[in-house]
């Protein structure tokens, strides 16, 4: 099982990025995937998630990012929009194989199986 984050770069304050995490290996499985970031100096923090119909996302990103799936492609992407300098990190896509998770367990990392190995969002002017 693989994960492949992509998407990061360089971006001006209020502009946007679509980050995508393409997952491989997972045959019949279901599975459900976790945007995370970690910013310099600080924790890893859970930013969106996707299951099969829920979505949850962090306070500080309502609003601005969009979760979404292609279950034809297995990718899932991540609309960022009005970026602020706050939103720079790396990000990484997590994938939990089972059921969806819940409102209040999708931010624990240790539920996750899998993890990609992160793209860097700059967000500056």
């Known amino acids: 099982v693989q994960l492949q984050a992509s998407g990061g770069g360089l971006v001006q304050p209020g502009g946007s990025l679509r980050l995508s995490c393409a997952a491989s290996?997972?045959?019949?499985?279901?599975?459900?995937i976790g945007w995370f970031r970690q910013a310099p100096g600080k924790e890893r923090e859970g930013v969106a998630y996707?299951?099969?119909?829920?979505?949850f996302y962090a306070n500080s990103v309502k609003g601005r990012f969009t979760i979404s799936r292609d279950n034809a492609k297995n990718t899932v992407h991540l609309q960022m929009n009005a970026l602020l300098p706050d939103d720079t990190a790396v990000y990484y896509c997590?994938?939990?194989?089972?059921?969806?998770?819940?409102?209040?367990?999708?931010?624990?990392?240790?539920?996750?199986?899998?993890w990609g190995q992160g793209t860097q969002v700059t967000v500056s002017s």
């Open positions: 997590a994938a939990r194989r089972g059921n969806n998770m819940i409102s209040s367990s999708w931010r624990r990392q240790e539920l996750y199986d899998y």
């Open positions: 290996g997972f045959t019949s499985d279901y599975y459900t």
């Open positions: 996707i299951g099969d119909s829920r979505k």
